[in-house]
């Protein structure tokens, strides 16, 4: 009876041990995951950083969620504009923010024609780049939200500095920016000079020292973007986009008749067509990769407020949003 019973505990066991195993012949997910069970994440990608935080936020996080996974990420710190060969040739894998209106030759030629580069569907923020001034420049001076107020002598002479002399200071950013405004400038008739600060964070450097002596101001700004929160600002109103901008736009500016507002952007992922093939568990996780502009604000807020890295501050935001997290990895 004993050795019954022994028997039959042992052949059961033996039984449930097989089905196991044949249960798991599939494949599995790396630990850390959620979903079906059914995909295998592994290999390496390089992910593209263009030179402003909501770029490197984007991607930071991307890093942290795949590699808990088990894959390697490398961050490649690139321009958006050299970014698009890379994708071709494959030596990136992803870029995770891409601002349609001002590479619109370039998803022609790499994602239309040549298909060497995929769109990997909207990341979730809308981006707009605009001409803002201080609120208290808006408040002293409202006409200056106006094409016809700075068309004046009396606004060169406001925004005037030692650099631009009889004409007024038009501030940008980093110079890889798109940007149209030295055509908005001549089209428009505007007595103003653009005048390069640098990097994203000079020229958010530059918006607190301006704020701090209450000094005129007039630059190129976007959201998402954390500093909106931070300073309050106030948006000029460009002519409406028409079609000859957006024509102008689709050539990047190149005709110089840009003279209008800069459209809104839907902001989208690209993707190499080689990583579709090269680690199809990976394009898909980027394919679904959505958040919004509150969340990568908090990212770069924390980054520039709380003064984290830009790695720390993306495990911050990923620590506290698992369920966001969870619906990417499948």
């Known amino acids: 009876m004993m050795r019954s ?3 039959l505990i042992a052949t059961v066991a033996v039984t449930a041990i097989a089905l196991t195993a044949c249960g798991s012949s599939g494949g599995s997910k790396s630990s850390g995951g959620s979903g079906s069970g059914s995909v295998k994440y592994a290999g390496a990608v390089t992910i593209a950083v263009n030179p402003w935080d ?3 936020a984007n991607a930071n996080v991307a890093k ?4 808990k996974q088990g894959v390697t990420v490398t961050l490649k710190d690139i321009d958006e504009n050299a970014a698009w060969p890379g994708l071709d040739s494959g030596s990136i894998d992803a870029n995770l923010e891409v601002w349609p209106s001002g590479h619109a030759s370039d998803i022609k030629t790499y ?7 995929i769109n990997g569907g909207l990341i979730g923020p809308d981006g707009h780049i605009g001409w803002y001034v201080p609120d208290y420049v808006a408040k002293a001076h409202p006409e200056y939200l106006t094409v016809a107020g700075l068309k004046t002598a ?5 925004f005037a500095t030692a650099e631009t002399g009889d004409k007024g200071q038009f501030l940008l950013g980093d110079p890889s920016y798109v940007s149209y405004d030295k055509d908005i400038i001549k089209n428009l008739g505007l007595p103003f000079q653009v005048v390069v600060g640098g990097s994203e964070a000079t020229l958010i450097t530059t918006l607190g020292k301006a704020f701090a002596d209450k000094t005129p101001l007039l630059f190129y700004f976007y ?3 954390w500093a909106q929160s ?3 600002l106030d948006v000029v109103k460009l002519p409406a986009v028409t079609q000859v901008c957006k024509d102008s736009a689709a050539g990047q500016g190149k005709d110089g008749k840009y003279a209008c507002d800069y459209p809104t952007d839907h902001l989208m992922k690209a993707l190499s067509a080689k990583l579709k093939s090269k680690n199809p568990a990976v394009f898909a996780f980027l394919q679904r990769m959505k958040w919004t502009a509150a969340d990568q604000n908090t990212v770069t807020t924390y980054k520039n407020q709380d003064s984290l890295s ?6 911050k935001w990923v620590t506290a949003n698992t369920a966001t997290v969870a619906a990417w990895v499948k």
Do not use: D, F, M
């Open 5 to 7: 019973r022994w028997w």
């Open 54 to 56: 909501g770029s490197a």
């Open 64 to 67: 942290i969620v795949l590699e």
């Open 111 to 117: 994602i239309t024609e040549k298909k060497s580069v």
């Open 154 to 158: 009396a606004a060169a002479k406001y």
């Open 223 to 225: 959201e998402p973007q």
């Open 230 to 232: 931070k300073y309050k």
């Open 310 to 315: 830009i790695e720390a501050a993306a495990q």
